[in-house]
Every structure is written in C-alpha cells, then in structure tokens.
C-alpha cells in the first residue's frame, strides 16, 4: 500500500498539471497583497463603515498580516475546490483517458487498493496545497504588513484577538480547510470512477460544489432546516468558527476560547461522514466497473 | 503437456449482445496460442476477462491451476500483458515508465535491469525520452518490456502488431518467437494479422460472434497441401482451357473475374511458374493465398453471407 502510494504521489509529481495550482494560489494571493499594501486603507474603511459611528478603529493597526490572511482565505477558499478537482478528477478518469488504467489494472493490485491510495494522495496534494497557501497567505503577509491584534467582522459585529491568540487558530483553520477540500477531492474521485476523461468529472464537481454553495448561503427558511445542514457545502466554511472568541460580561474577549467549539466539531464530523460515503462508493463502482477503455 | 490457462463455458453479456458466449479452450505451457477473430467476435473481451478488466458473466477460468477470482494476485503477478495499443504516462521516460509498473508488478528491479530490459526491445538509446515523444512502434515496444520486466509464466498480447510498420512487425514477431522458445514463456497472442499468426502460432482458437469456432494444432488448420493459388490473367477463359490441357488440370479450382484459383501444395507453386513461364499466357501475378485467410473466411464469413442474403 505505501509502496502504491509513493508511486501515485511521484506521478503527480512529475505531472505538469499539478503546478498550475501552486501557480493560481501565489497568483491570487499576490494580487491581494499588493492591492492591501497600497490601498489596504481604503478597503478597511469600506469593511468597518458600519461600525465606524459605534468603535473607533485604527485602521494602520487593524490592517495587519493577520486580518491580510484571513481575507486571502475568504477569498481563496472558494476557488481552491477547482485546483483540487483538477488533480482528483484527473486520478481515475485522467488514467482512463490515457489508456493506462487498463495497463495498471493487469498488474497485481487490488481495485479497492487503488482507489484508497489514489485517495490518499489527494489528500497529501491538498495538505500541499494549503501549506503553500499558508506559507504565501500567512508569513509572506506577517511579513508585508506585521502582526497586530486581529478583528474579525461577523455580520454587524466583529470579534478581536490578541496578536498571540491567532497563529494557533490559523493552524486550526488550516487543518479544518484540508478536511473540507478533502471532500472535494472524494466528490471528485467518485465522479471520476464513472467517466474516461477527466473534464466530464471537473466540471460535474464544480457544478455541484457551486449549487450546493449557493443552497447553503441561500436564506430561504424552507431550506434552513431541512436541507441546509445536510449539505456538506454548509459545513465546508465552518473554519471561519476558529475565530469567533467568547467574550466576557464585560465584552472582554477570552483569550484561547472559541464561541462554538461543538458546532466546528459536528461540521467537521459531517464532512468526515460525507468523506467516507463518497470514498466508499467510489470503491464499491470501481469494483464493478468493466474497464472498456 | 500441462495446461496452464484452462477456460470453461465463459459467457460475457453487455445487456443484450453477447460478447462472449459459452466459450471454452485451453492454453497449454509452452504454446504460442493464437486467438483469431474478427473485429467484434469478442478477442478483446475474451482477453480482458482473463487479466480481470472485465467481470465474466459466467464460466471459470483457471491459470496456472489456481482460480481467477479466488487468487487474482498471485496470478497477476505471472502474467504479462499488452492490450491493444499500450499507452503510458507520456510525462514519465521510458525508464521511468518501466520502473514505475515493475514496482506496481510486486518485484525489485535494480536500474540495470531495467535498462537491459530496454535494450532488449531497442529503446536504450531513448531510456531518457518522454513517452510522448515516441512513436507508435517505440509505444508497443517498451509495452513488450513492461510484459516482461516481472519475469512473467504467462503472456497476453492483445494485437500486439497493431499500427507497426513492417520492420515493427517483424521485430515483434521474432520476440514472440523468442519468448517461446529460448524463455520458455507461454504467449497468448490475439491479432487480425491472420499471416502472422500462422507464422508464429503452434495452436489456434478461431471464434465468431462470441462463440468457438474451432481450436486445434495450428499445423493442422493451415495445411500447406491446400494451398490457394491466385493467378491474375488477361483472359480467363482461354487461360482456363490452356491449363485443362495441362498436367494442372486437376488442380484449377474456380475462376473469379480476372482471376482464376488453383488449389495445390505450397511447395509446387514454383513448377507452376515455370509451366506457365514456357507458355505465351500472359499472366499478370501470381500468388498464393494464405491458407489460415482461405480457413479463416470460409468458416467466419459463410453463416453472415448466408444471414445476409437472406435478409
């Protein structure tokens, strides 16, 4: 199995493909970089105007490496499920497409082996993948504009840390959005199982990810309860909770708390859930499938 | 002798058509094993079924005395194969490709194995080369490599002379050859080449439509004493009534259009070129027709014709 695995994650090393999102994450992140440095003021006015009569802000403090990361992730996680899909739409499919899947599949491995280790290294590409986000969003901005106590706008009201209660949360975040993107990645494969090129299975993944986005930010109260909390798009945002704080009486803010600890841990166990349906399925398919191609 | 792939009462059905129906034969150790059929008669299927790509609908298969499904692994792990037109991953080398499916195939290879293994099949000089890059023949070369390169009992080659320019063919042919009788493998060879598998074939299994149509030594089937000969002509008749007055009489076969056919064994064609050269009948070619097509035809095409006109 470690042995498939090392040969899956060499494949994807050594194809051309895979650097195209490393390449759109720095892309993106950059653009927003440079746009905060130079007109970061702007853009903080525009975010606190509707606190601005209540709080008093200082803007140079509040636009800091953090809040830059955090705005950066709003952005990026939305486009993140396409650069995942490319590579795990390609896993099954992409194979099929080139007409070396018939080739791997006369050699001895288990179907079953096969699609846990194609799964696998989905997800090692993914922890790749927001690592280098990380790396760009996180410390490039701490180092472009610093680090100060973070501000979170949440509605019509914000949430703030001290400088040192952040970097943690961000490792949270990270991990949290891994597990989301994971379950892209298992969609992706499932779909994948059924088709023998891998566009049919991006674009069906995407399609599904955008309806599915748009249900889950949708307010419509027939929707709120009896299909929203059963989409795994609901839960796929569900990081942003690592930085609501509990506040004190006083409206103090309660250093290393999180407002909703048991919500994050059933969206996460939802996504968990949804990663195994699809994962199985994708086993259960490739087992029946006749490989034609 | 043993027999090392043994297939019983194999059914295939896609919905309605069936693929594969109640077919059974046997391979034994050692054979070059020709599997003939034409397009659709379900070679591919048949084939694919044995390397597990497709799920039969019935019927068992043994290889190597174990059972396909019980012990697909170990058997796997003896058998090499190619399926119709190899494809690797074109961003990998040749080496690379071949190391890559060694290490899938559970064995081993220290890097000047594999190098021998592309010196072998003559792409040394491009072990460093991306498989997109290669040409077709290249393609089924080093799928003759990948085959080999875990030291497999048994090999299957799904037309493995597909889109090779002569010299490719050849080259493939004395492998398959080699592979027989210097390594001692067993070769299932599948190929619309009807010539090239009376070439190398020491058994033959012919089906249509899915079903057997015959198996047997392959030395019986192509038998050189009924050889036919086709003499292209200016004029058939007068050609025709020269030849009854000659020894050939009893040899003229049937005239078709500009052609007439002689049926006589292989080794007296060169007579007849002479008999005719010492005549002024002008001939425009001669040749003979190879006997496994002649087979071949007769026992696929005679139920569809009949089919045909009677619809």
Redesign the interface.
Known sequence: MWKLLQIELFKIYKRPRTYIAFGAVMAIVAVVQVALRYDGKSYIDFMMSGLSDTFEFQNDKVLNGYLVCFIILNTLLIHVPLLVTLIAADEVAGEANMGTLRLLMTKPVSRTQLILVKFAASVIYVILLLMWMAVLALLISILIFGTNDMVVLRNDSFHQMQANDVVWRYVMAFGYATVAMSTVAALSLLLSVFADNAVGPIVATISIVIVLTILSEMNIPLYDKTVKPYLFTSHMVAWKGFFYVKSTEEGETIKGSIENLPAIGRSFLILVIYICLFVGSAVVCFKKKDILS | MASIVSVSHLSKHFRDLKAVDDLSFTVNEGDIYGFLGQNGAGKSTTI?IL?????PTAGDIEIMGMNLKNH???I??N?G?I?E????????TAQ?NLS??A????VKVPSHKIKEQLELVGLIDRAGSKVKTFSQGMKQRL?IA?ALIHDPKLIILDEPMNGLDPQGIADIRNLILQLSKSMGKTVIVSSHLLNEIELIANRVLIIDKGKKVEEGAAAELFDPANTLVELLVADVETTWNSLQQTSWKDNLYAKEGTTILLRMHRNDIPMLFKTLSSTDIPIYSLSPRHSLEDYFLNITTQNRHVETFAN
């Open positions: 694919r390397l597990t790509l497709i799920e697909r692994k170990e796997l792990q058998v194969a399926i037109k190899p494809d690797f991953y074109k961003y990998l690379e890559l499916f290490k899938i195939s559970g799928g990948v």
